[in-house]
């Protein structure tokens, strides 16, 4: 590995020196001394201690992306596009900006503060908090924080979100203006105070208004893995009445669709499916899906907006921003 001392030896100059020049501490350096500094740094492939310079400027340039929303145990959480797109446009932005990501998959409130204690990093982007222990150890931390698709409302923090409601309501009015009365709902595990909860409550507030009795035999909580998905599918067999299905998540809705073609059933003709999110595969899937659509990189580039702000103490205009949904339909429900 090469160190200061190396780059000191090949130019000439005293290791403070260039010391100096690679922590941008150079007004009394001359230019020519400068560009022999950065001359010798590429030649020699030297690579700075981020650790060593962290303790310089108690800064670590290291921003943690904590995952607390699905499990490391059921789904790998980059296989879902929807995070892909949200943490490939967080890291672009801290890139321009000097920053380095790190994911990190936190289940419990005792992992986030090993993590905490391992990594010394300046701030936090949380998918998954609810109003619990794990965000009590949250609520302690004194860095800049930023929930993504939270409803724990807090002053101190900020938070990017979703008309989860009203798009999983228009989803399933979608089915209802098509004649559809029979309509089942497939999510991951409802949490109250989540996204999930409000996409379910958005469900029910559309039967609600169309006067069709809510069927908790047609809810059905599973995992997005393929093996989950094709339970939720050998489920709905058990209910020829159904016609129609919200998904929470598009990821899900390929999954069952597949298990529903495998059981014989044909889509749209034998039963109507609505996703939500509007990721590459809503386009893919045979039928094309009809979906739910949200912008997944504006969600990214505010999330990190807001982190960017609050590192450099810019005052902020607002702590939450909740974005629109807007349905896109497809060829994955048929008008009865």
């Known amino acids: 590995m090469v160190t200061i001392r190396d780059i000191a030896q090949a130019t000439g100059v005293s290791a403070t020196t260039v010391s100096n020049v690679i922590h941008g501490k150079d007004n009394r350096v001359s230019a020519e001394t400068i560009q022999k500094i950065n001359t010798a740094i590429k030649q020699l492939g030297y690579v700075p201690n981020m650790s060593a310079r962290s303790l310089v400027s108690s800064s670590s340039k290291v921003i943690g992306f904590v995952n607390h929303a699905i499990s490391r145990r059921t789904t790998n959480f980059m296989e879902d596009p929807f995070h892909s797109a949200i943490v490939g446009e967080i890291e672009a932005a801290l890139f321009e900006n000097g920053y380095y990501l790190m994911l990190r998959t936190v289940e419990t409130a005792e992992e986030l503060v090993t993590f905490l204690q391992n990594w010394n990093v300046d701030g936090l982007f949380i998918t998954g908090i609810f109003k619990d222990k794990f965000f009590d150890s949250v609520a302690g931390l004194n860095i800049p924080i930023v929930f993504i698709d939270s409803y724990v409302r807090t002053p101190r923090f900020c938070n990017v979100g979703l008309e989860d409601f009203t798009g999983s309501y228009n989803a399933t009015r979608h089915l209802i203006e098509k004649g559809h009365r029979h309509i089942g709902f497939a999510s991951p595990s409802i949490k109250d105070g989540g996204v999930l909860q409000e996409r379910f409550l958005g469900y029910k507030a559309a039967l609600a208004e169309a006067s069709i009795p809510f069927d908790k035999s047609i809810v059905f909580q599973q995992g997005m893995d393929i093996a989950s998905c094709k339970i939720v599918s050998d489920e709905i067999l058990k209910h020829p009445e159904l016609t129609g299905l919200v998904v929470t998540a598009d990821l899900m809705a390929a999954g069952i669709m597949t298990g529903l073609r495998v059981n014989g059933l044909r889509i749209p003709d034998d039963i109507s499916v609505v996703g939500f999110d509007d990721i590459n595969i809503a386009q893919l ?16 580039r505010l999330a990190a907006d807001f982190m960017l702000q609050r590192l450099s103490g810019t005052p902020l205009d607002t702590m939450e921003v909740t974005l629109p949904t807007k349905l896109i339909e497809r060829d994955s429900v048929k008008a009865l």
């Open 285 to 300: 899937v045979t039928p094309p899906l009809t979906t739910i659509r949200q912008d997944m990189s504006l969600k990214g």
